[in-house]
C-alpha cells in the first residue's frame, strides 16, 4: 500500500486529489495540511510514502519544504503539484530534490501515474514535456534567462513580481530588508533589467505568476 500525504493550502484542491484516489486499491490517503509547519510535523512522525506537496504554501515556500525533507526524511518520495506551467518550473524542483511534477490542470489523468511512478524510485514528468526536453538537449536551444536565478533569488523575484514590497518579502521569508535589496539587485542584473516594472512584465511575458 503506497501511503500518501497531500500538502495544499486549498482545501478543495485536497479533497479533489482525495476523490481521485480514493478507489485505488494500492494506494491510501493517510493525512493532509494546509500549510508547511503541519506538513513537516506529520510527516517526521508518521509512515509517508509519497507527499503530493504545492509549491506555494501559505507559511513557507513549497521549494524551502522540499530541501528541509531532503536533509531530515532523504527517503521520502516528493511530488509537486502545481499551478505553474510544467515548462517554467519542472526543472527546477526536480534538481532541487523532487521525483516528479504535475500540474494541476492535468492531475486528473497523471496524478495516479505519478504516484506509482516515484514511489517506485522513477521522476515523472508529462511526455509533453519529456518530448520537450530531449527537443531542447538534441537542438541546443537555450535556456531562458531566469533559469541561472538561484532558488532564493527567484523566489524573491515572483514576490516582487506580485507586487509585494521588500519589508513584506523580507518579513515572509524572515531575512533582513537590506538582504532582500540585496537579492534584487543580483536578480536585476541578471535579467539585465532595471526596475520593478520590467521586471513585473519579464514575468508576465514569460508566465512566471499564478
Known sequence: MIKVFIADDHS??????????????????????????????????NNVDVLSLDINLPDKSGLDLLKELREFKPGLRVLILSMHPE??????????????YVTKESAGEELVKAIRKVHNGGKYVSATLAEKLVFEIQSGSDKPVHEILSDREF????????????????????????????????????????????????????????
Do not use: C
Request: proline share 0%; glycine share 6%; aromatic share 6%.
Open 12 to 45: 478543495l484542491i485536497r479533497e479533489g486529489f482525495k476523490k481521485l484516489l480514493k478507489d485505488e486499491m494500492d494506494i491510501e490517503v493517510v493525512g493532509e495540511a494546509g500549510n508547511a509547519k503541519d506538513t513537516m510535523e506529520f510527516v517526521l512522525k
Open 87 to 100: 515548462d517554467r518550473f519542472a526543472m527546477r524542483v526536480l534538481k532541487a530534490g523532487a521525483f516528479g
Open 155 to 210: 523566489q524573491v523575484f515572483q514576490m516582487i513580481a506580485s507586487g509585494k514590497t521588500l519589508a513584506e518579502i523580507a518579513d515572509s521569508l524572515s531575512l533582513a530588508v537590506t538582504t532582500v535589496s540585496t537579492y534584487r539587485a543580483r536578480i536585476l542584473e541578471k535579467l539585465n533589467l532595471h526596475s520593478n516594472a520590467e521586471l513585473i512584465h519579464y514575468a508576465i511575458t514569460n508566465k512566471l505568476l499564478d
